[in-house]
T-cell receptor, first 115, second 118 residues
C-alpha cells in the first residue's frame, strides 16, 4: 500500500517568512495529493491540492509542487501570518483499483508562526 | 456545498457499552465514505472504507466486529464502537467522497466526534 512520509515534524518561523513542508510517497499509481490544515479539535481543512498531470499549483500565498519522477511534493507558504499556525498534513490518493480514493496521510507538521 | 456533518460531536461512555456515530453528507450524494481515527498529536489513520449498499472494507489491524459500519443510504454512514474500552478513546472523523465528475478524489470531512471511554 501507499506510504507517505512528511518532514519536518515541527516548523517554527517568523511572521513574514516562508514555510516549506515536504512529503514523499511510495505508490507510483497515486495521482491526487491534497494538503490539509487542522486546528486543535477541528476537522482537516483542504487548503490546496494537486493532481498528477500538473507540476505546480498556486493559490495566493500557498503553492504546491509535485515531482512525479522523484515521488515527492511540497507545500510552500509565503508571507506567513500567525493565523497560519496549525498542524498541516499531506496525503496521497490512488485513482484506481481496490485502493480507489483512499487517502494516506503523512505524519503531520506543527507550524508555528511567531509574531 | 459539500457539507458533511457528524453526530454526536462528543460522547462520554462507560467501559463495555456501545456507541454509535453518524456521518451525513448534507447536500450531495456520497457513494463512498471513509472513517478515520486520530489519537492526540498523531495523524489521521484510515479505519475503513464504507460503500453504500455493500460491506465495508477494513484496514489491516482494525477489528470489523468491534467497529461496525453501516452505509445504508447515499447520505448516511454509521460507525458503532462495540464494547468500548478506554483505549478506544479517540477523535473519530468521517469523510465523504462526492460522486460528481471532476472531483472524484476529493474528500469532504466531517467535524469529528470526540469519544471518551471511562
Amino acid at each position: 500500500g501507499e506510504n507517505v512520509e512528511q518532514h519536518p515534524s515541527t516548523l517554527s518561523v517568523q511572521e513574514g517568512d516562508s514555510a516549506v513542508i515536504k512529503c514523499t510517497y511510495s505508490d507510483s499509481a497515486s495521482n491526487y495529493f491534497p494538503w490539509y490544515k487542522q486546528e486543535l479539535g477541528k476537522r482537516p481543512q483542504l487548503i490546496i491540492d494537486i493532481r498528477s498531470n500538473v507540476g505546480e499549483k498556486k493559490d495566493q500565498r500557498i503553492a504546491v509542487t509535485l515531482n512525479k519522477t522523484a515521488k515527492h511534493f511540497s507545500l510552500h507558504i509565503t508571507e506567513t501570518q500567525p493565523e497560519d499556525s496549525a498542524v498541516y498534513f499531506c496525503a496521497g490518493s490512488t485513482g484506481g483499483g481496490t485502493s480507489y480514493g483512499k487517502l494516506t496521510f503523512g505524519q503531520g507538521t506543527i507550524l508555528t508562526v511567531h509574531p | 456545498g459539500a457539507v458533511v456533518s457528524q453526530h454526536p460531536s462528543w460522547v462520554i461512555c462507560k467501559s463495555g457499552t456501545s456507541v454509535k456515530i453518524e456521518c451525513r453528507s448534507l447536500d450531495f450524494q456520497a457513494t463512498t465514505m471513509f472513517w478515520y481515527r486520530q489519537f492526540p498529536k498523531q495523524s489521521l489513520m484510515l479505519m475503513a472504507t464504507s460503500n453504500e449498499g455493500s460491506k465495508a472494507t477494513y484496514e489491516q489491524g482494525v477489528e470489523k466486529d468491534k467497529f461496525l459500519i453501516n452505509h445504508a443510504s447515499l447520505t448516511l454512514s454509521t460507525l458503532t464502537v462495540t464494547s468500548a474500552h478506554p483505549e478506544d478513546s479517540s477523535f473519530y472523523i468521517c469523510s465523504a467522497r462526492s460522486s460528481l465528475a471532476g472531483v472524484l478524489n476529493e474528500q469532504f470531512f466531517g467535524p469529528g466526534t470526540r469519544l471518551t471511554v471511562l
